[in-house]
């Protein structure tokens, strides 16, 4: 089956712990947190990247009505949803600021969403910090933090994967930049074509477009943990750190939108 943790059992009673729970299998391996993989020997690095590869392939080639999966989510075009949805989150949030880059998103991305669509299981977040190695292996053993999970388009879960390649290192979860011949890491193409083989594609058709709208659901998010910030309700480090990069995740969306010809 898929690689993710058993889980035992949902407790929905408050009066255990003080919130809801889930009891779920401990995977023995290691977290890669760093998309360059330095605690990976070079010349094994090709390996690690080709499992997470075949790993969403197999996620999306899950047969829904089989897994008992059909209703996991709503219906209707998942990139009006999803645009929608974070596009209200981002206008309906004064306390976190108004971003240029995302004013001229929200207009442009719902009218220029490709034609056609497609279903399958979609993680949500995927990436490597999100999954458990083999700690000595090239192999995934557990996929994690399946809270954005649901029936989606396959082609923006692959392409919120695969915006590592247009990140900035400064991420620790991107590869721009980076001399990857150098790092023994596969090219974005080569990525692409491998996803492609194993889900029986000839290409991806608007991979700009899917890139654009995966930058900006990543900087609604971030713009809606920056207004919690602001309102005193998520004062973390890492929450004020992370607040700090919704003006460059917009405007990261909006280059990728001018290559599709936004104006």
């Known amino acids: 089956g898929f690689p993710a943790p058993r889980t035992f059992g949902l407790c929905t009673d408050d009066e255990v712990i003080g919130t809801w729970f889930y009891i779920m299998d401990c ?3 290691r977290v890669i947190w760093d998309a360059t993989f330095p605690e990976v020997a070079r010349d094994d690095r090709a390996a690690y ?10 996620l999306h080639m899950i047969d829904i009505d089989k897994a008992g999966l059909s209703d996991f989510g709503k219906p209707g ?14 206008i309906e949030d ?10 001229k998103l929200v207009e442009w991305l719902p009218a220029n969403i490709p034609p056609g669509d497609e279903t399958s299981i979609v993680h949500g977040d995927y990436r490597c910090d999100n999954m458990i190695f083999h700690p000595a292996e090239p192999k995934v053993l557990a996929v994690l933090d399946w809270e954005l999970s649901t029936l ?12 590592m390649y247009r990140m900035p290192p400064s991420t620790t979860t991107g590869l721009a930049g980076n ?15 491998a996803y492609c083989a194993r889900t029986g594609r000839s290409g991806i058709d608007n991979l700009d477009f899917y890139l654009a709208y995966n930058l900006f659901r990543l900087a609604g998010i971030i713009h809606g943990i920056r207004g919690r910030v602001v309102r005193g309700t998520a004062a973390s480090a890492h929450a004020k750190k992370s607040a700090e990069g919704v003006e460059m995740l917009a405007d ?5 939108a001018q290559k599709c010809g936004a104006v």
Do not use: C
């Not at 001399?179 to 074509?193: I, R």
């Not at 990261?252 to 990728?256: K, M, P």
């Open 252 to 256: 990261l969306a909006w280059a990728q």
């Open 49 to 58: 990247f080709d499992a997470m590869n075949k790993t969403i392939a197999d």
């Open 152 to 163: 989606g388009h396959p082609l923006a879960d692959f392409s919120y994967h695969l915006m």
């Open 94 to 103: 004064p306390d976190a600021g108004r971003v240029p880059s995302m004013d």
């Open 179 to 193: 001399d990857l011949q150098a790092l023994g890491l596969p090219t974005e193409a080569e990525y692409v074509a």
């Open 27 to 29: 995977v023995d391996g």
């Open 77 to 90: 075009n998942y990139f009006v949803r999803q645009i929608g949805r974070w596009s209200r989150q981002y």
